[in-house]
């Protein structure tokens, strides 16, 4: 299919129509009643690699974050997140990390081929929670899912970058930001605005390494603490944006909205 082609299909698609598929999506996710929604059978063609969960073994969460602070300069943020967590399992496990293309990530990078959305470092933490995991029609407990939730929330309240390598590319004090987004253009542009140092900068590249070493370091915890059977969510709790407020989002609301933040339509309720 040509460009041409797919360009007008989408415009062809009407406002109505988007957010009709977006409320069958809505009430899918709604999470309360994922047991009723989602069929228990797994797919007829299961793959090797749909064997939920991945062997896992605890690993250290500072050398996790070292490894993720290295590989930044190589692949960025997010293959860096997901290298740090799948080399290490590669070696103590073997299969299936050993045949998951790791480098083929680096597109994470800049908030996705660098449109500055999801910040590469939370994508790839995501990822990793829901390769081991798995995805969430599994099971209630979905628990790749909620790992995802809880490093998304940790990363819009830290004040960031939190870990500090051992041996830093960038010596003096490289200065902390609240993103309240875990968006990559919200959390570089309010570090860049702080900071007054351009994107180019080592500084900037520093920043953003030590924030996916971060991210690993987090992720790790969390992993770590599934394992031992000891997850538990942070006290601020659960976002659920779907609840609260009829719409996927972030919490920042008023970042975007300023002091007119709109109400969605009322959902339907599901059916029991
Ligand atoms: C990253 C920026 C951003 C954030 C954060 C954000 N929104 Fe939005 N939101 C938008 C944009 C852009 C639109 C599209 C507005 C339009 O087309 O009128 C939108 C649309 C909406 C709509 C549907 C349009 C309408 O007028 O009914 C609702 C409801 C809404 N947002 C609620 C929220 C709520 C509640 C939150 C916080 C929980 C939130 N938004 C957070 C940017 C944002």
Redesign the pocket.
């Known amino acids: 299919m040509n460009q041409q082609k797919l360009s007008t299909q989408s415009e062809g698609l009407s406002r109505r129509q988007w957010l009709k598929g977006a409320g069958v999506l809505a009430s899918c996710a709604t999470m309360a009643n994922l047991g009723n929604v989602l069929p228990h059978a797994h797919a007829a063609t299961t793959g090797n690699m749909e064997q939920w969960p991945w062997p896992y073994v605890k690993l250290d969460p500072t050398t996790t974050a070292e490894l993720a602070y290295r590989e930044w300069y190589r692949i960025y943020c997010g293959g860096a997140v997901i290298s740090s967590v799948f080399t290490q399992l590669r070696e103590k496990v073997g299969e299936p990390y050993t045949s998951f293309p790791i480098d083929a990530f680096m597109f994470l990078e800049g908030g996705c081929a660098s449109w500055g959305t999801l910040c590469g470092s939370n994508a790839g933490a995501c990822i990793v929670a829901n390769l081991i995991l798995g995805p969430r029609l599994l099971d209630e407990e979905a628990m790749g899912h909620r790992i995802s939730t809880e490093i998304l929330e940790w990363y819009c309240n830290a004040s960031m970058p939190v870990f500090k390598p051992k041996q830093p590319r960038i010596k003096g004090e490289i200065p902390k930001t609240i993103a309240e987004?875990p968006?990559c253009h919200v959390s570089v542009g309010k570090w860049m605005a702080i900071s007054e140092k351009p994107i180019n900068s080592p500084e900037r590249k520093d920043r953003c390494a030590r924030t996916a070493a971060s991210v690993s370091y987090r992720l790790v915890e969390l992993l770590n603490s599934w394992k031992e059977d000891e997850f538990e969510f942070m006290e601020e709790g659960n976002f659920s944006?779907l609840s609260?407020?009829?719409?996927n989002?972030?919490?920042?609301?008023a970042?975007?909205?300023g002091g007119g933040?709109?109400?969605?339509?009322e959902m339907r309720k599901p059916k029991a």
């Open positions: 987004s968006l944006p609260d407020h009829g719409i989002a972030q919490p920042n609301c970042e975007c909205h933040v709109p109400e969605a339509p």
